[in-house]
T-cell receptor, first 109, second 116 residues
């Protein structure tokens, strides 16, 4: 069945370093969304990508959707302690939504 | 304030004792969904509803029931809970069918369920 693989599962970075998480789908997606979940919290919507090759930026966060609409990435520049949490991608195809397993980001001071 | 509420937030129960977790949204959203979150497995969709009286199975529907009699409410029912249903449950809603451009999913605060 449809799968969305997300890597890495965990990432430890020094504060100020960059961070990237990747999502790969076995099938072409209609669109992809990214969510952030703080420890003990609930997922919060960050952004949605719809077009092939789309790139969107939110301050230090850059989101990309692959040309084939099968992969996506989230890149954080110069991480800060407020970036701590788990980042999930969610791919949509037909009526189905599949979440990646998430990447847990730890920031070392 | 626009929000998704869930009750209870925490629940400890025993095997076989029927329970209901309520979910309510005040944003007039058409689409509602239930997820469970387990360590190492991420978020998995249990059931979803595209509108009143319209529900469909997600990836892990076994052992669960839902109903959508009103637009704002989408309760999750465990008729005979088992220990493998111990998990963190999230309800979510969005303005229209998930996947349509612009339809952000808003998540509730979560319900932590333990089945002994």
């Amino acid at each position: 069945g449809q799968q969305v693989m997300q890597i890495p599962q965990y990432q430890h970075v020094q504060e100020g370093e960059d961070f990237t998480t990747y999502c790969n789908s076995s099938t072409t997606l209609s669109n992809i969304q990214w969510y952030k979940q703080r420890p003990g919290g609930h997922p919060v919507f960050l952004i949605q990508l719809v077009k092939s090759g789309e790139v969107k930026k939110q301050k230090r966060l850059t989101f990309q959707f692959g040309e084939a609409k099968k992969n996506s990435s989230l890149h954080i520049t110069a991480t800060q302690t407020t970036d701590v949490g788990t980042y999930f991608c969610a791919g949509y195809r037909d009526d189905k939504i599949i979440f990646g397993k998430g990447t847990r980001l730890h920031i070392l001071p | 304030e626009a929000q998704v509420t869930q009750n209870p937030r925490y629940l400890i129960t025993v095997t076989g004792k029927k329970l209901t977790v309520t979910c309510s949204q005040n944003m007039n959203h058409e689409y509602m969904s239930w997820y469970r979150q387990d360590p190492g497995l991420g978020l998995r969709q249990i059931y979803y509803s595209m509108n009143v009286e319209v529900t469909d199975k997600g990836d892990v529907p076994e052992g669960y029931k839902v109903s959508r009699k009103e637009k704002r409410n989408f309760p999750l029912i465990l008729e005979s809970p088992s220990p493998n249903q111990t998990s963190l449950y999230f309800c979510a809603s969005s303005p229209q069918l998930a996947g349509t451009p612009g339809d952000t999913q808003y998540f509730g605060p979560g319900t932590r369920l333990t089945v002994l």
